[in-house]
Nanobody, 120 residues
């Protein structure tokens, strides 16, 4: 199972950016999916998660600005980021809880990260 994140880049404060993540490989089912971010010297922090039934959860710092969504047919999760602030600058990682075979337990996988830089 592999997660491929894309869509990061440089944007001015107040701007928008959309990052995407696609899951590939041997997949029976995908449960929760999410986005986390990390800056150098700090712990990775939750940004948003979404269940298979599209129930979303957000960090307080991004509520009202970011929107997480998923496309189960494409095995993809997205993060639409609006009204970006310099403090949103980080490497953004996607993750997914995947069952590769029906009789095996769910395992969490991580993408390689995509860098988002917000200039002031």
């Amino acid at each position: 199972v592999q997660l491929q994140a894309s869509g990061g880049g440089l944007v001015q404060a107040g701007g928008s950016l959309r990052v995407s993540c696609v899951v590939s490989g041997s997949i029976f089912s995908i449960d929760d999916m999410g986005w986390y971010r990390q800056v150098p010297g700090k712990q990775r922090e939750l940004v948003a998660t979404i269940t298979v039934s599209n129930s979303a959860n957000y960090a307080d710092s991004v509520k009202g600005r970011f929107t997480i969504s998923r496309d189960n047919a494409k095995r993809a999760v997205y993060l639409q980021m609006n009204s970006l602030k310099p403090e949103d600058t980080a490497v953004y990682y996607c993750n997914a809880d995947v069952k590769s075979v029906w009789y095996r337990p769910v395992k969490q996988y991580w993408g390689q990260g995509t860098e988002v830089t917000v200039s002031s």
